[in-house]
């Protein structure tokens, strides 16, 4: 296996020691702590921790288009260098996922439990070969990914006989799953709730396909283990793009101001030409009014005399009378 996320193993033998063949391999010598106790010394965050999570899926996920199953993926077999580069060792109870291979793989056959029972899914622990495949794993990184992000295991067997600890976690439900990830964002949850499903065929399908949706989380872009909506997507996309996304709402802002203000205005340019237009046919209806009542044939007027202003303003008030008594306006 030859891959940055692996530790790599130089040679494997036999050599003669006391008499007998003794079985040895040497591999590359990890000077780092285990992921979980590398993350918590650094106090990295939620993102740091994902990046490494999705640098040991590439691990795996490369192990796995070898043939080869890890079976035992905990924080201890996942060691990180002092660069920031988690490699994953201790292939020790590996199996082959080639059915020639399985044959001669550690434990093929055997009824023990191989692993450590904590992190193993639960088609592992019912001890089941044939049933073990890729998505195995795929377990055991979402109980790795479980107590990496949240500090805390998914299975506490402390105090727990091996018939206890067993079935807790042979028959651990979606309810203890969704209490142990409620404190991480939906999406993130969400993933970690289809790793870490009982049923081998609701999980990923591939280690590689559990990490491309933690990059689609760090992404923003909508992750495939939700079921898809338009509003999620909606969200996703404004969430991936956020300065264009408050630039353009800024935009519409200024757009429904400006058309509000516009309606506004309008509103207050036709009330001012109405009453101006009232006002004028006002002040026409006084001018006819005042003509008509000056203008009319007075006797006096036909001799040649001239009136005064008192007799023409007596004149008009009687005009006035006449046509308030008549019901004109």
């Known amino acids: 296996l030859q891959h940055p996320g692996i530790a790599q193993i130089f040679e494997a033998g036999t050599t003669e020691a006391g008499g007998a063949l003794q079985p040895f391999f040497a591999m590359e010598f990890i000077d780092g702590p285990p992921v979980t106790r590398w993350a918590e010394e650094r106090s990295l965050g939620l993102r740091e921790r994902l990046r490494l999570l999705i640098r040991t899926c590439q691990g795996v996920e490369h192990a796995h288009r070898k043939g080869v199953i890890h079976r035992d993926l905990k924080p201890a077999n996942i060691l990180v260098d002092p660069g920031g580069q988690p490699k994953v060792l201790d292939f020790g109870v590996a199996r082959g996922t080639d059915v020639d291979l399985q044959a001669t793989t550690i434990g093929a056959g055997s009824s023990g439990l191989l692993g450590t029972l904590a992190y193993m899914s639960p088609e592992q622990v019912r001890g089941d070969t044939a049933e073990l495949d890729t998505r195995s794993d795929v377990y055991s990184l979402g109980v790795v990914s479980c107590e990496l992000l949240t500090g805390q295991p998914l299975h506490d067997l402390k105090g727990k006989t091996i018939t206890e600890a067993i079935r807790a976690v ?71 793009n956020r300065i264009a996304s408050t630039l353009t709402a800024v935009m519409l802002l200024l757009v429904v101001g400006f058309g509000a203000l516009t309606v506004v205005q309008n509103s207050r340019i036709r009330a001012e030409r109405d009453k101006a237009t009232r006002e004028a046919a006002t002040a026409e209806q006084v001018s006819e009014f005042l003509k008509d009542l000056f203008e009319g044939p007075d006797p006096r007027v036909a001799r040649g005399e001239n009136l005064t202003a008192m007799e023409m303003l007596d004149r008009g008030a009687e005009r006035v009378l006449f046509h308030c008594s008549a019901g004109k306006d």
């Open 170 to 240: 042979a028959d651990h439900g979606a309810s203890r799953v969704a209490a142990a990830v409620r404190s991480l964002p939906a999406d993130l949850a969400t993933i970690l709730r289809k790793a870490l499903e009982s049923d081998p065929a609701r999980r990923y399908e591939t280690v590689s396909a559990m990490a491309a949706d933690l990059q689609r989380y760090l992404d923003n872009r909508p992750i495939l283990a939700r079921p898809p909506s338009s509003l999620y997507h909606f969200r996703k996309l404004v969430a991936r």
